[in-house]
């Protein structure tokens, strides 16, 4: 461990700021972990991106389809990976059983990860939720000493309130939220507990409004960050940079010119198929994509095609960003 679990709080303002983004986990076409993809991948998006941080195993990587050794196995992975190179790493330890949380936590605070994200939990049978989903929390605190995220997305069938966020807050290693709610919540929650809580959310859309307006230097986190960029075309990182300058101007425009990459991603992504067509647009860009694993299902010929197409007219990668 990098710090002690009363430190958690600082040591996360001082490091994790800037872009992380959320790791599409590449399989090989047996469906067995494709660890030199992963490690390839990683190595582009920090070296050629520069991306800052690393969200490993969450629902983008498919956790549910992955047993708790091969989860294990690409934390390991992923901070031999990233050592050395500057970048931080948050792993997903989000299951429904407190024991499964608990050990991948560990096991994450073990093998020198930066952070842990843990999604608030799905609830039965319960319509007073708060105090459960305290206890949750502060359970999950007491036993690491690793800092802690916070995850409320709709998916659990409900959101954590802005007052019961910062309430969990008060826990000495509980130090950010990846809040997946309207933008009226999430800045609620930054203006109530901004001082000790680093608040974010995945949509890259509003990320530079959220930098402008809200005050934010941490995108945590989807995967835009390596599907809108090349080596040669780095705007996001470039548009974040300037908006961190205070140019806002620049940093507008070079925002709105991916709007064409955004459009492409969007309009050719069928709705039950996200990782599966966010891994065909990463074979696309030459990083490792590959299958993606039962239930989830993979595009079609007509999809790939309508997906390349779209990728080919989208002008990623012919646009020079305002550092050239």
């Not at 989830?296 to 779209?310: G, V």
Request: charged content about 25%; proline content about 5%; glycine content about 8%.
């Amino acid at each position: 461990m990098k710090y002690h679990r009363d430190d958690a709080k600082a040591h996360a303002r001082a490091n994790m700021k800037g872009i992380w983004a959320a790791a599409l986990q590449p399989f090989k076409p047996d469906l067995s972990i494709d660890e030199a993809g992963m490690r390839s991948n990683i190595r582009h998006w920090v070296e050629d991106l520069g991306i800052d941080g690393l969200f490993i195993a969450g629902k983008q990587g498919e956790y549910f389809s992955m047993t708790i050794e091969e989860r294990k196995r690409v934390f390991e992975i992923a901070v031999d990976a990233a050592r050395g190179t500057g970048a931080g790493t948050i792993m997903s330890c989000s299951d429904q059983n407190m024991d499964t949380v608990i050990a991948l936590a560990r096991h994450a605070q073990a093998v020198g990860a930066d952070y842990v994200v843990v999604h608030a939990p799905i609830l039965h049978f319960v319509t007073d939720r708060d105090e459960i989903v305290y206890e949750y929390y502060r359970t999950i605190s007491e036993a690491v000493e690793i800092g802690i995220a916070m995850w409320s997305h709709p998916d659990s069938g409900y959101l954590m309130s802005p007052e019961l966020c910062a309430r969990i807050a008060e826990l000495p290693n509980v130090v950010a939220i990846k809040y997946s709610v309207p933008r009226e919540m999430y800045a609620g929650l930054t203006r109530l507990a901004g001082d000790r809580l680093l608040v974010s959310t995945a949509s890259e859309d509003e990320w530079l409004d959220n930098v402008l307006e809200l005050g934010w230097r941490l995108y945590l986190c989807s995967s835009p960050p390596y599907l809108l960029q090349t080596a040669s075309d780095r705007r996001m990182r470039e548009y974040t940079d300037l908006a961190f300058a205070g140019r806002t101007e620049e940093a507008r425009r070079l925002r709105d010119s991916l709007d064409p990459v955004r459009r492409a991603l969007k309009d050719t992504r069928p709705g039950a198929k996200p990782q599966a067509h966010q891994k065909y647009w990463q074979d696309l860009l030459g990083q490792a994509g590959g299958p993606v694993r039962p239930p989830m299902l993979n595009l079609t010929e007509a999809e790939k095609t309508a997906a390349r197409q779209a990728f080919e007219s989208c002008g990623l990668g012919s646009v020079r960003g305002a550092a050239d």
